[in-house]
């Protein structure tokens, strides 16, 4: 039934429940009750399919804090650990849906995404997400998908390396099911140009400013040395002392793996990525051209100088990419165990 549909239904069934209350001396207690269970029904299910803050409040109410604590911990043993969280869930997003498919081992059905391009050797933090469904499913047992839990897991990185909060809508459930070809087609490239940027975000519903503000994620963490070596030996829109701090760690053949930060302060969520980006100092391509007589420039100065306006603007957009075909109601599943689909 459409949307459109089920509002008119519930809508004379409501009229039909105020003409019931009104002809309730010639009306059966049964007929009653029916007309009570039906409304009941439709407005459930006129409710399906839409995330809530408050989703787990009476089935697991203790949820966000047993999450915090497990990232309290992880991300005081590795701070940048908070980064590759919130990769991982930006990664999982971008492929068929925040559907905790990313999560998803290979199987005889499926080769997962594990393995995909943009996520092979470089994709971190399974571990943790598993740490964290072990503990929510010895208080809450088949309730909490994997999908929920990378959700509140990637917010509470954020802020405990300094950066804003926002209310985490939740309800997701798990997907039964991964795609590596997709997602080596939509996850976007740190080699893409800005309207390769700007088109494969609007692809996911995301506008530019969205693009933009998201790409703020590199506020923390680090990037691999195949992944920014082109940038910094070929480019010219770059800073040469910073290209120069680069190559120390990055030589032009080998060491693929070598880390460089994304800014001068990988374990604190700042507005730092955002000035780099103005003095000619982002790490990847898709980091500079952000920045580079755009159509972007003008929200990344805005950034460079007012952080309250970037960490507004990044979590209402957290929010935004969060929505982005989340498995509701019925459909997926929600998993015992992250890696695995249900038996």
């Known amino acids: 039934m459409t949307p459109t549909k089920l509002k008119r239904s519930f809508n004379q069934l409501s009229i039909a429940f105020s003409f019931s209350l009104s002809m309730a001396s010639t009306t059966t207690s049964s007929q009653f009750f ?21 989703f787990y409040g009476t089935t697991c109410s203790n949820l966000q804090t047993m999450v915090r604590n497990v990232m309290r911990q992880t991300v005081t043993r590795e701070p940048r650990m908070g980064a590759s969280i919130l990769r991982l869930f930006f990664h999982d997003c971008f492929v068929q849906g925040c559907d905790g498919s990313i999560l998803l081992d290979d199987t005889d059905i499926f080769t997962g995404e594990k393995n995909a391009q943009p996520n092979i050797n470089s994709a971190r933090g399974y571990e943790i997400i598993d740490a964290i469904k072990t503990r929510v499913e010895a ?30 809508p939740l309800g997701r459930r798990d997907s039964r099911t991964a795609s590596l070809s997709d997602a080596d087609s939509d996850l976007p490239s740190p080699f893409a ?4 940027l700007i088109s494969m975000f609007a692809a996911k519903g995301l506008t530019a400013q969205d693009m933009t503000v998201l790409s703020g994620g590199h506020a923390i963490g680090f990037a691999q040395c195949s992944l920014f070596r082109s940038r910094i030996y070929n480019e010219t829109n770059i800073d ?36 780099n980006l103005v003095a000619q100092r982002g790490l990847l391509h898709s ?21 309250a306006a970037f960490f507004r603007d990044f979590a209402a957009a957290m929010v935004k990419m969060g929505n982005i075909g989340p498995l509701t109601g019925t459909n997926g599943e929600i998993r015992k165990s992250c890696g695995v689909i249900n038996s």
Do not use: E, M
């Open 240 to 275: 040469p002392d910073f290209a120069t701090a680069r190559r120390a760690n990055c030589p032009l053949s080998g060491g693929d793996t070598n880390l460089g930060p994304f800014d001068n302060s990988p374990d604190r969520f700042d507005n730092n990525y955002y000035q």
């Open 139 to 168: 208080d809450c047992n088949d309730i909490v998908s994997c999908a929920d839990i990378l959700a509140l897991a990637a917010r509470d990185g954020v802020v405990l390396l300094g950066g804003p909060s926002w209310h985490v």
């Open 287 to 307: 980091d500079q051209v952000l920045f580079n007589n755009g159509s972007q420039d003008a929200t990344v100065r805005t950034y460079s100088t007012n952080s």
């Open 34 to 54: 029916l007309v009570v269970s039906i409304i009941s029904l439709l407005a459930c299910n006129s409710a399906d399919g839409k995330l809530s803050p408050n």
């Open 193 to 196: 140009d800005l309207p390769t």
